[in-house]
């Protein structure tokens, strides 16, 4: 049975990650949320009825890039604060491809290693894009 | 009086809370009912929806996959191969997003909704007795899944190809609309490959964070993740998923789907008649 035990381990792994990732996504964004509302929550409401793209705006807001995310985590704005919670959100499902990748590399499967890396690279590919 | 961002926020966590145990007890997924939510409920732009359902499609996708993994339901090989055509479609769904007017998504949404109330009346019909196809068995697709009382069910697949291509078009969905496009996965998968009910469900909910995050970034750049809206919808949806599980379990909800269906139905031709009329 030596080559059921290590996927099973696996299994629980990927399924240990994910609760991990959403879990602590969670809790990023919920230390964002309340500070921000301890900050702002007696001012109005935005508006949000409106769409405001980033080409529109005078200044693009920080939480709308990786680097200006990271700015405002450094500067303790509850704004990026919670986008950081969005962004290991995001990053859970891919750590979980990662995982598969290492899974079928270890049972030697090489369809499904090939299989997986396309599919990280799909999203790499994607986000480095969006980055550039 | 105006509304301040605090009572925004409480009123948003009860609104997603619920939105979560609907779409989790339903089967709909938690991103699905969030646009309405937003949109109808809380006259929130169609772009702000759009971000914060792919929120709430990851968090109830990786919670709930965290389960099923673990017992084996999900078919992983099956699902890894079939998000290259999710993930790709995402991709080109993002893209189709920037010069699509936003009124012409609304009204495809719709359509979404009417396929997803349809569904909530097909019978669940269990395939017997189905041959695996040449290519099946080459990507090692056919396994095994867990019936209570029965132990191990071994099940095979066919229709491989036609599969791959209704999961293209549930990516350019998922890259749309911010939805996990649970229906498209499910019909893909029990429809045209043959494969047992609860692992098409299992499996399609594995690979929506995945699909989803495909588009993520790209989300995040055009500002339509908007952290006031986001945070709250986050955090109910997933509240709210968990205890949907919970209440899974235990209680019988064909009934509660189908009178469900009839609401989604009226939200569907709400959103297309807004849509042909220009409102968002």
New interface residues.
């Given amino acids: 049975m030596d080559t059921v035990k290590p996927k099973h381990d696996m299994q629980g792994l990927i399924s240990r990650a994910l609760r991990i990732g959403v879990t602590l996504a969670c809790c990023i964004a919920a230390i964002g949320g309340i500070y921000y509302l301890w900050r702002h929550g007696g001012e109005p409401m935005p508006d949000y009825t409106q769409f405001v793209p980033n080409s529109a705006r005078t200044e693009a807001a920080d939480y709308t890039s990786l680097s200006g995310i990271v700015r405002g985590v450094m500067a303790l704005q509850a704004t990026e604060w919670i986008q950081l919670g969005v962004v290991v959100l995001i990053l859970t499902p891919v750590v979980r491809v990662l995982l598969s990748l290492v899974e079928f590399s270890l049972e030697r499967d090489w369809i499904y290693v090939g299989i997986t890396a396309v599919v990280f690279l799909v999203i790499l590919m994607n986000s480095l894009e969006g980055v550039a | 009086m105006?509304?301040?961002?605090?009572?925004?926020?409480l009123i948003l966590l009860v609104g997603a809370y619920l939105a979560g145990l609907l779409g989790s007890m339903t089967g709909l997924g938690g991103g699905v009912v969030v646009i309405p939510l937003l949109t109808l409920g809380?006259?929130?732009?169609?772009?702000?929806a759009i971000g914060a359902a792919l929120?709430a499609s990851?968090?109830t996708?990786?919670?709930a996959?965290?389960?099923y993994?673990?017992e084996?339901i999900t078919n992983?090989?099956l699902g890894?191969?079939l998000?290259?055509a999710t993930?790709?479609g995402a991709?080109g769904g993002?893209l189709i997003a920037l010069w699509m007017p936003?009124n012409a998504i609304a009204i495809i949404y719709g359509l979404v909704l009417i396929l997803t109330a349809a569904m909530q009346y097909r019978r669940k019909v269990d395939h017997t007795g189905v041959v695996g196809s040449a290519a099946a068995h080459r990507?090692?697709l056919c396994s095994t899944y867990p019936v209570k009382g029965v132990g191990l069910v071994a099940y095979e697949l066919t229709n491989v190809v036609w599969g791959f291509v209704v999961m293209i078009f549930a990516g350019i969905l998922s890259g749309l609309l911010g939805i996990g496009s649970g229906v498209l996965k499910v019909l893909a998968m029990d429809c045209a490959m043959k494969v047992p009910f609860k692992v098409s469900t299992t499996t399609s909910n594995f690979m929506i964070?995945?699909t989803?995050?495909?588009?993520?970034?790209?989300y995040?750049?055009?500002?339509y993740?908007?952290?006031?809206?986001?945070?709250?919808v986050?955090?109910g949806v997933?509240g709210g998923a968990l205890t949907g599980a919970r209440l899974l379990k235990r209680m019988k909800v064909t009934v509660l789907r189908q009178i469900f269906a009839i609401a989604i139905l009226l939200v569907a031709i709400n959103m297309i008649y807004n849509g042909f009329t220009g409102k968002f």
């Fill in positions: 105006t509304t301040t961002i605090l009572i925004f926020t809380f006259n929130v732009d169609f772009h702000y929120v990851i968090a996708s990786s919670g996959a965290s389960a993994v673990r084996g992983v090989r890894m191969f998000e290259i993930t790709v991709v993002a936003i990507l090692k964070g995945v989803a995050a495909a588009s993520a970034v790209v995040i750049q055009r500002g993740i908007e952290p006031g809206i986001a945070c709250p986050m955090i997933l």
